[in-house]
């Protein structure tokens, strides 16, 4: 088994332990609130459903990466399925770099593999490639930032699934 495939297992098993405890953690909310409903309570509540959101696409992008890894034998690239378009890029930014010089280099980097899998679809992409983008924190080994990419298919358009650009991701 290859060394992507268990470091994406392992992330995948440890994104769904946390939902799990997320889920109880809400259920015990829910239920104090059904008892005492105070304004702080409900603002627990508010607070436990945005980190059980957040939990949520930790594991469907955990999944992503699990299933990346069993395709491509990689931490990076794109599959194409299912209507859907989902994977990981690399790239090497300079500190400082200008948020403009920063989108241009995501797109020359993603251009390519996001249009050969737009094409496997057969969709014609929406928008410019860093619209599908979302960083994540930290780097990778080599220093580079991560991406992660995720598009949908809407008609005949691949559109941008990453949460600063869609409400329905």
Do not use: C, W
Not at 14 to 38: G, K, M, S
Not at 134 to 145: F, M, N, S, Y
Not at 155 to 161: A, R, S, T, Y
């Amino acid at each position: 088994m290859s060394s992507a495939l268990t470091d994406a297992e392992a992330e995948l098993s440890a994104a769904e332990a946390d939902l799990v405890r997320l889920r109880t953690q809400n259920q015990a909310l829910a239920e104090e609130f059904r008892h005492d409903p105070t304004d702080h309570a409900k603002e627990a509540l508010r607070r436990a459903a945005a980190s059980l959101s957040s939990a949520k696409d930790r594991v469907e992008a955990a999944r992503a990466r699990v299933e990346l890894a069993k395709k491509t034998g990689s931490s990076y690239g794109l599959i194409a399925e299912g209507g859907r378009v989902l994977g990981a890029i690399a790239v090497t930014l300079a500190p400082g770099i200008s948020k403009g010089e920063r989108e241009k280099a995501i797109d020359v980097a993603l251009n390519d593999p996001l249009l050969g899998a737009a094409k496997e679809l057969g969709l014609v992409l929406s928008a410019s490639p860093s619209r599908y983008a979302r960083e994540r924190p930290g780097r990778d080994a080599e220093g580079r930032t991560v991406l992660d990419v995720i598009g949908r298919a809407e008609g005949d358009l691949l559109v941008p699934g990453t949460v600063r650009n869609s409400r329905t991701n």
